[in-house]
């Protein structure tokens, strides 16, 4: 059987295919795509997989806009950190998912599930409405934010930050590209107003993404040390109590 992974996390994608070959070594694991748009330049090229294990939310845009530029003929396990209310609906669709962190028992079972797929009762899915159920889940999240260069006013998605941080009472959010920007928010109030599976609070000077973060380096006594890209004028150490919550954010938990 040949399979793809669509996972936007570099090392997300290496871990489940490890773990793809533990539980069935005859898997093919023939690419692992990043994006929307790598992803619809791959499957309109080549013959599709049997399977495609399938993030949602990928680098550029929701795992279901491919659905509206490929006609898909893979069958397909979703894997997603969203929380139980989404994955209650898709479980309403019939169609398989992966909660991470993905657990080897779960993925096993997904794995002989569709090795038993009946494909003509397989259920066909709406991706619109699966679509729907997930811009929910995001809707109280902010998107976007506004800062202000020179004389005119300068809107930054949250796609393209990387991390805000605080000196001297002012905050100041860095994008992906290393631009930083003055914000008028706390952190506080910014980190009220994103998505906790995204950022978390180090300590009280950092609020960081988790695609930001590049490295963690583990010292005595529990300290973690942060190397984030891009990198941080600062040396970044977790506040210790917040050390547990760290690092279940980190696996998804």
């Given at each position: 059987m040949k399979a793809i992974i669509i996972e936007d996390e570099e090392f997300a994608a290496t871990m489940?295919?490890?773990?793809?070959?533990?539980?069935?070594?005859?898997?093919?694991i023939v690419t692992k795509l990043q994006s929307v748009k790598e992803s619809v330049e791959w499957l309109?090229?080549?013959?599709?997989?049997?399977?495609?294990f399938l993030d949602i939310q990928l680098e550029d845009d929701l795992c279901f806009s491919i659905f509206e530029q490929v006609q898909v003929s893979s069958q397909i396990i979703f894997t997603t950190a969203f929380d139980e209310y989404a994955i209650k609906a898709f479980k309403l669709k019939s169609i398989d998912y992966l909660l991470k962190p993905i657990d080897?028992?779960?993925?096993?079972?997904?794995?002989?599930?569709f090795r038993n797929w009946n494909s003509e009762k397989a259920v066909i899915f709406n991706p619109d409405e699966l679509r729907k159920l997930i811009v929910q889940q995001q809707a109280a999240y902010?998107?976007?934010?506004?800062?202000?260069?020179?004389?005119?006013?300068?809107?930054?998605?949250?796609n393209d930050i990387a991390y805000f941080f605080s000196v001297s009472?002012?905050?100041?959010?860095?994008?992906?590209?290393?631009?930083?920007?003055?914000?008028?928010?706390?952190?506080d109030a910014i980190k009220e107003q994103l998505n906790p599976n995204d950022f978390f609070r180090i300590n009280r000077q950092y609020l960081v993404k988790?695609?930001?973060?590049?490295?963690?380096?583990?010292?005595?006594?529990?300290r973690l040390k942060l190397e984030l890209n891009p990198p941080?004028?600062?040396?970044?150490?977790?506040?210790l109590e917040k050390v547990p919550a760290f690092k279940k954010w980190i696996d998804g938990v």
């Open positions: 489940l295919g490890n773990m793809i070959k533990e539980c069935d070594n005859s898997i093919e309109k090229s080549n013959q599709h997989p049997d399977l495609i080897q028992n779960e993925l096993k079972q997904a794995i002989e599930k902010r998107g976007r934010f506004s800062v202000i260069v020179g004389e005119k006013i300068k809107t930054i998605s949250v009472g002012i905050t100041f959010v860095v994008l992906n590209t290393n631009s930083q920007y003055s914000i008028d928010l706390s952190l988790l695609s930001a973060i590049k490295n963690v380096h583990v010292f005595p006594k529990s941080a004028t600062d040396e970044l150490f977790v506040t």
